[in-house]
């Protein structure tokens, strides 16, 4: 029974609604005079004064307004508004720093507040619900984005005080080190944990023991806490690397990439195994019986039928193995094994705030960046549902 | 009866019997951990009782779950009302959203705004056991056969007599299949809470990287991992047979 | 009694069902036939409310139906759908006895009320009452479907291709025992079908349904005879609607005293159809058969040429 779209999109009024309560309400920074202690909190009312306030809310009444009487243009014009609140949220911190940043302290810091980051979360949900409205494809929201990407790049060189750009500029060299330090664990985990997953599924459809085994190990693995798992190859690996000096040679110790990369790899196969599995063993048997039925050899029954249905259950594993490895790879810096989670742990330890972030936003932006790009990937490849919002081309 | 009884909770009482034994005697197990450590001045972690950071982490899983069950399957049940149906695909959306952020970037990130301690570690499980629950009632809810949904409204039961009686019923073997889901990682991602200060069955693990001590970490990852199963297999019994 | 007075349903820009009117008398059965997608399934849903009608009136003994709260309206009306929406969780007799707890009848009288359904839909409580939907065969499951649809006693049956998931045998079966049920208990059922034989072999009226349109109603042997238009004709079957005919029309009403001739080998019931006389005309190569009574005693006799109707008015055949 098809349904009559109400006159009141409450979604957007909702999150419009919240979002005007908590941006006036909470507060949008803190100035701290240096590192170590606390800062002040400011409302947006009183960070840069009730005038530019209720400026900076204006955009936020058309989306309430567009909510209550949503024309033929009212989702195009809210999604217009959505970004332009996005592209001005720096601007926002900007202006408080020039008004109450004293110049005399060079050490004097700018932290950003709840009401900040709750803005960018509503926002980024406005955007959720307006891009299903829309039914947008991935890639054109993506180019919408690109405005506000150069407009905070720009912005960012009013930002110098921000807290987390002090604490980056302090470290840039350590920090790209850890941003490819990540990396590399993540990429070399999941990659290896492709081929040996792969490897593991092939083996245990030949076998149904093997299959039972595998799993049963593997369901097993998933249950040792990630911290305990990295803790417990940490003895196992220094004595091999003494008894071995080839080993010690490549670099692997008690602690360090070796017990961190092993690890990683023992909880990236389950999901990887599964998928390969499911992926091969669910192939429809009509279609299977039919590629035989016209003469297709075992080979190409594999290669031509099976690989190409299987291939976007396969790619679902992999991402969220990924997701997964970026998290996981963090906790890694507890045994030495570099990447972001350094600054998190480290920040924990000293009570810098904002050193946890440096480590901690990197982590998120990448963990939903590879859950954005390879779940689009997946639904390109997918032939079996034509239902994938966004992405026919 | 009693036998069969019995039988049927035995793997579940078998597995906390086994954690309330290491929990409470862990004395016992000095030899064994020993072995694993032979030069270390200690074997057993001595800074609090596992008892209580066993309970201590039961109550953190527990807290974290049962929000985390009373939002998720109460923003499940709304959104498939029809006065709720416009905010479906965004529930649905942020909640596998919530599964892709790291618990460890979360926690860092509660920590500034809730302080170290059990808050921070609280919240990142609650998000991200979020998902397996919500995902798992909207699936059960609205994998309902129509047919069914359409009797219903047709015998003249109304919204609330559908909702308890035909798709809460039916729906309750996905829903508890996700809670399960969602429990049993959380009870092996609560250990991270051990280090933003949580004192639970992480923080021997901790002190075992820090101070090199293999035992100390096995103590808290068999604990954890005996946990996870008494849990799981008690899931499994509360599943229902029938189908 | 049902009346529907330029009932019109729109969904979105679609018009699906078009000014319709129609009476549905008491105790009378009619089946809505039609194409997929015609309305009749919508016109059946609006008379329980299930789909709000959005212009004309539709009445129950004289009454708006907008004067009810549609779930009272519905727990008094029957409802059977085709895939049974038996609830898989609750045993044969708690589905039965749905709709009386809804209207809150002490729970003996409902325990009374589902063995005494049970029994009139041939379900031995003994061993049906405790089995679950999955352990039903598709006619079972049927069975306990129109109980539960009777459980209230309401005088009003909806019931929308109740049988066209089964096989033809079970079909049949059922058909006949619709028809048993019907003639005992005498409700107002409305049936909606595509299954042009189902829809002759159980309707007292026929309407046939185009677009969201009547195009026809009447007796199911007045729309053979005179189908008001090709659409018509060739729903009831083109050129098949003469055997459809002869389906319908009980050999007793054609055949002739017993005459003095020799009386033919082959040989038909009574109560059996035209068609299947035909039939066995052609497989035995007679023109003539012998009629015969339940203790296989010839009654009278029946020839080709009263079948296709030729020499009813005159007398003899020879």
């Known amino acids: ?41 400011y409302t947006i009312a009183a960070a840069i004064g009730w005038p530019l306030a209720l400026v900076s809310c204006l955009p936020l009444l058309g989306l ?53 980051w709750l803005a960018l979360f509503w926002l980024s949900l406005l955007l959720i619900e307006l891009r ?30 921000l807290a987390l750009w002090q604490e980056l500029s302090g470290r840039r060299g350590a920090f790209l080190e850890a941003v490819v330090d990540h990396l590399l664990l993540v990429g070399g985990a999941v990659g290896s944990s492709l081929v040996v997953g792969a490897a593991i599924a092939l083996a245990m459809r030949q076998n149904p023991r093997i299959e039972r085994l595998g799993f049963a190990l593997l369901n097993f693995l998933q249950t040792i806490p990630s911290l305990a798992l990295f803790g417990l190859l940490l003895a196992p690996l220094a004595w091999l690397a003494s008894r071995f000096e080839w080993l010690a040679g490549l670099g692997v110790s008690g602690i360090g990439w070796a017990p961190a990369f092993l690890a990683l790899l023992g909880y ?29 050899s075992r080979g190409q029954v594999f290669r031509q039928v099976r690989l190409p249905l299987a291939l976007p259950v396969v790619l679902e594993g992999v991402r969220i193995t990924t997701v997964q490895a970026i998290g996981l790879t963090a906790v890694a810096a507890l045994i030495g094994a570099g990447g972001l989670g350094t600054f998190i742990f480290q920040g924990l330890g000293q009570a810098a705030m904002d050193l946890v972030l440096l480590g901690a936003l990197p982590i998120l932006a990448m963990a939903l960046a590879a859950d954005a790009l390879l779940g689009a990937l997946t639904r390109r490849l997918d032939h079996r549902t034509d239902l994938a919002a966004g992405a026919a081309p | 009866m009693s036998m069969a009884l019995l039988t049927r909770w035995s793997a579940p009482l078998v597995w906390l019997g086994l954690l309330l034994a290491l929990a409470v005697g862990g004395e016992w197990l000095e030899p064994l951990l020993r072995w694993s450590e032979p030069e270390a001045r200690r074997v057993l972690y001595p800074q609090a009782d596992l008892l209580t950071l066993l309970l201590r982490h039961v109550q953190v899983v527990a807290i974290a779950s049962g929000l985390a069950v009373v939002i998720g399957v109460g923003a499940a049940i709304l959104v498939t009302r029809p006065g709720g149906r416009d905010f479906l695909p965004l529930v649905a959306q942020f909640a596998s959203m919530g599964q892709t952020f790291p618990p460890v970037a979360v926690l860092a990130l509660a920590v ?81 809470g051990a280090t933003v200060g949580a004192s639970n069955l992480g923080a021997p693990i901790i002190a075992g990287i820090v101070n090199g001590n293999t035992a100390y970490i096995l103590q808290g990852a068999v604990l954890i991992g005996l946990l996870a199963l008494a849990v799981d297999s008690l899931f499994s019994r509360l599943l229902p047979a029938r189908q | 009694m049902i009346e529907l007075k330029s009932v019109t349903k729109r969904f979105g820009g679609e018009t699906a069902v078009d000014a319709i009117s129609l009476t549905v008398n008491r105790g009378e059965l009619c089946a809505l036939v039609g194409t997929s997608g015609c309305g009749k399934s919508t016109t059946l849903r609006m008379i329980n409310r299930l789909i709000e009608h959005d212009g004309g009136e539709i009445h129950i003994d004289g009454r708006p139906i907008r004067e009810f709260d549609g779930r009272i309206l519905r727990r008094r009306i029957g409802y059977a759908i085709q895939s049974t929406g038996l609830f898989p969780h609750w045993s044969v007799a708690r589905n039965i006895g749905l709709v009386p707890r809804l209207l809150k009848w002490p729970a003996a009288r409902v325990g009374e009320r589902v063995e005494e359904l049970m029994a009139l839909l041939g379900l031995p409580v003994e061993q049906f009452a405790d089995k679950y939907p999955s352990q039903l065969s598709g006619g079972q499951a049927q069975r306990v479907g129109v109980a539960r ?39 107002t059922i409305v049936f909606v079908t595509h299954d042009m034989d189902e829809a002759l072999a159980l309707a007292d009226r026929l309407v ?37 005919e002869a389906a319908i029309t009980r050999v007793a009403e054609r055949m002739q005293p017993l005459s003095l001739r020799l009386l033919p080998q082959a040989r038909v019931h009574r109560d059996a159809t035209l068609r299947q006389a035909l039939a066995v005309m052609f497989r035995e190569h007679a023109d003539r058969l012998a009629v015969i009574d339940d203790e296989a005693l010839p009654v009278g006799e029946l020839s080709l040429r009263r079948i296709v109707g030729a020499g009813r008015e005159g007398g003899s055949d020879t």
């Open chain 1, 1 to 41: 029974m098809p349904r009559r779209d109400p006159p009141i999109n409450r979604v957007v009024l909702t999150l419009a609604l919240v979002a005007l309560v908590t941006w006036l309400s909470l507060p949008l920074g803190s100035i701290a005079p240096n590192r170590i202690v606390p800062g002040t909190a």
């Open chain 2, 112 to 192: 500034p705004v809730l302080g170290f301690g059990t808050w921070p570690i609280i919240v990142a499980l609650l998000l991200y056991g979020l998902l397996p629950i919500v995902r798992n009632t909207l699936a059960g809810l609205e994998g309902l056969d129509p047919a069914i949904e359409e009797a219903a409204r047709g015998m003249g039961m109304g919204g609330g007599q559908r909702l308890w009686q035909v798709e809460l019923p039916l729906a309750a073997p996905i829903i508890l299949a996700g809670i399960r889901t969602s429990v049993t990682v959380n009870i092996a991602t609560a250990a991270l």
């Open chain 1, 268 to 296: 990236s196969l389950l999901p990887m195994v599964r998928n390969t599995f499911v992926a091969l063993s669910e192939v429809d048997p009509g279609v299977l019986e039919a590629a035989r039925g016209m003469g297709m």
């Open chain 1, 132 to 161: 299903s409205r829309l039914a947008l494809a991935g890639w054109r929201l993506a180019l919408l984005m690109l405005p506000v990407a150069v407009g905070w790049w720009v912005a960012a060189g009013w930002l110098e005080p």
């Open chain 3, 208 to 244: 046939v349904m185009n677009a969201g349109r009547i195009v026809q109603q009447g007796r199911p042997l007045e729309l053979l005879r005179a189908p008001a238009d090709d659409f018509v004709a060739s729903l009831l079957g083109g050129d098949d609607r003469g055997l459809k």
């Open chain 1, 64 to 116: 309430l307004a567009l909510a209550w009487r949503p024309g033929r243009l009212g989702y195009p014009l809210a999604l217009g508004l959505t970004l332009l609140l996005l592209l001005a949220l720096p601007a926002w911190l900007a202006l408080m720093a020039v008004r109450h940043l004293d110049p005399e302290l060079p050490q004097a810091r700018l932290g950003i507040g709840a009401a900040w």
């Open chain 3, 149 to 187: 649809a009777l459980a209230a006693d309401p005088d009003i049956l909806l019931m929308d291709e109740p049988f066209g998931a089964l096989d033809p045998i079970t079909r049949e079966g059922l058909q006949g025992e619709l028809r048993d049920l019907q003639s005992r208990l005498q409700k």
